[in-house]
């Protein structure tokens, strides 16, 4: 990436943390622009990036062991101030002369702390509250130019700063919302000590994006395959306002959208200047899919489909110079993430069609994360329907019915899905609740109706809250909103005579069924 040259950078060096990515969100939270490194990010690499500040985040392992991840010391003699976070606190102290040791008492969860307000972090906080904890090691010697400037009942290095190096560490986790002040704490140490100015707007991007675009693409023709999903549109709409009429926008509605939802995508992008091309292939994916109950052999028909009709498409066209997809930067974290497990894989456009001769890729979104491509949607004036539309898998209702996928189940599923979002959206939670949505079970139970016997459908409802979809919980929705709703859809939609609500958190299940 080279988006760094134009803002002032805060490097997070990532050590295995499962909260690196919410560091990097939290930075640019505070106006101040970050990227997510590997720990292995060679010492030139990094001065190029030219950081006014570096972040080394937590880790799994235990930073007096060989084996475990370690950086030069010469990082320290860059004269960039260095925050380290939980396995990043204890790396510094071990590093720079301290000891880390196995503690006697681990802190795990919201722990009550502490603090030294004449430290830079806490400056203006507080000197108690609550800290997130996740450690079983802890520093029982500082080293030599430290003092620690927050301690718990168990942990006497909670915090430490040498302010003369500006090197801090911080042993919980300030990222997370169950620490008290966590947000102020980054804007403390982003404005006080590295300087920060807050050059990081989405207004700012924009322009400079589109003046970019237009640079690179010359007269040259432009190619995007359109989900209707966030990512997408919001590309779209970047690209129509940099290269206009050059742009051809391919949207390709699979028959497993959300009611009326292809609809609103066709409605948003028909008249923006753009070249827009609907494909209804509904039938035809239908057909691929009759008899189909695997969800993963769902997921990789709709994706060779999706391909076979964009590049039927794409023939139509012609010669096309620059292809366009959507990808953001968790999907750069995660697609460079080593050793770690793949859950799941990005598909974005799905793979490349080899209808299309064309010169680049064109990742306009590649350097932001999920709420900043939700502003830069609204900097370029998308409706707000399309903005703040709920995240929606590739694949679409297809691996929300549990089974066999048919058009009845299909329909059954789009009317009560429609239902639940309205009441939601009703009662003022559509904010609030990160991401809802209705499974079609392919359980059949008995119920009655009137005096007369049923034997239809279940119908789960899914309500979730969270901050980076890796970890969820279970949305605490209000009885008479889901009331509301279970009464709707089973006096409303014929074919579903049970509603149940799904209280699992993100893990042990995940956030869609399939």
Known sequence: MVFFLNHQTVLVLDFGGQYNQLIARRVRECGVYCEVKSYKTPLEEIKRMKPVGIIF????????????????????????????ICYGIHLMAHLLGGNVTAAVTSEYGKTPTSYISSCALFDGLPAEGISWMSHTDYIDRLPAGFVSTAHTA??????????????YGMQFHPEVMHTENGLAMLHNFLYKVCGCTGDWTMGGYAETEIASIREKVGDGKVLLALSGGVDSSVAAAL??????????????????????????VEAAFRDSGMNFIR????????????????????????????????????KKIGKVDYLVQGTIYPDVIESGAGDAAVIKSHHNVGGLPDAVDFKEIIEPLRPLFKDEVRKLGLELGLKDYLVWRQPFPGPGLAIRIIGEITPEKVSLLQEADFIFRDEITKAGLDREIHQYFAVLTNIQSVGVMGDGRTYDYALALRGVTTTDFMTADFARIPYEVLSAASSRIVNGVKGINRVVYDITTKPPATIEWE
Do not use: W
């Open 239 to 264: 690209l129509a306002k940099a290269v206009g009429s050059q742009l051809t926008c391919i949207f390709v509605d699979h028959g497993l959208m959300r009611k009326n939802e292809g609809d609103e």
């Open 154 to 167: 168990d942990c006497p290095v909670a915090a430490m700063e040498d302010p003369a190096r500006r090197f």
């Open 57 to 84: 985040t937590g880790g799994p392992n235990s930073a007096y062991l060989e084996d475990s991840p370690h950086i030069s010391r010469e990082i320290f003699e860059l004269g960039i101030p260095v925050l380290g």
């Open 279 to 314: 494909v209804n292939a509904g039938a035809r994916f239908l057909g691929k899919l009759a008899g189909i109950s695997d969800p993963e052999t769902k997921r990789k028909i709709i994706g060779e489909e999706f391909i076979r009709v964009f590049e039927e498409e794409a």
